[in-house]
């Protein structure tokens, strides 16, 4: 499969901002997603980029450079609750293969 | 709530058992993935099925086998379990009407322990 290379853990102070890079193949890329999942529990959908640049949401932004095979996903004004594993998804196909990076998990400290 | 549901919740079986997870995907959702997810392993995509057809597998072992029924609910079938199958599995759920990226709405999943 194609490698998806994002850091293990990162820990920010409430109130800061966390930037979680994230490396793929660029061979058959086709989309990238970030899923926020708090432990034990489902996925869900935070961001979808399938052109270069900036995709902003509230306090979540996430950026994409196709040539590079890089994304990054920007979490402002962290708040306890966004202690979470953040995880790096690419569609490599055209029928809805995801290929999910480990996750970075976050931990935000007062 | 993303309207995805699987049951059961939990699931405590023994080796060599053979057990079925299912999967309702949300309303008018045509496709259904299923995943693994186990703390050594990350989130491993196992097969998607696209109005009852198979459209797409990934690493799922010959143990394994899903089908989607017409009412479009899906089922895994994991048979000759293994301590090493113990794992969270999610079921996933979008659009798919057409090939391409499409946001995918993840179920609470199923929490296999094989003793």
Known sequence: GQ????????TATEGAI?????TYQTSGFNGLFWYQQ??????????????DGLEEKGRFSSFLSRSKGY???????LQMK???????????????KLQFGA???????? | DSGVTQTPKHLITATGQRVTLRCSPRSGDLSVYWYQQSLDQGLQFLIQYYNGEERAKGN???RFSAQQFPDL????????LELGDSALYFCASSVAVLAGPHEQYFGPGTRLTVT
Do not use: R
């Not at chain 1, 708090?38 to 052109?51: C, K, M, Q, R």
């Open chain 1, 18 to 22: 966390v930037q979680i890079n994230c």
């Open chain 1, 38 to 51: 708090h432990a034990g529990e489902a996925p869900t959908f935070l961001s979808y980029n399938v052109l």
């Open chain 1, 103 to 110: 996750g970075t998990q976050v931990v935000v400290t007062p």
């Open chain 1, 71 to 77: 994304s990054y996903l920007l979490l402002k004004e």
């Open chain 1, 82 to 96: 966004d202690s979470a594993s953040y995880l790096c998804a690419v569609y490599y196909d055209s029928w809805g």
């Open chain 2, 73 to 80: 609910h899906s089922e895994l079938n994991l048979s000759s």
């Open chain 1, 3 to 10: 490698n998806i290379d994002q850091p293990t853990e990162m």
């Open chain 2, 60 to 62: 799922i072992l010959e």
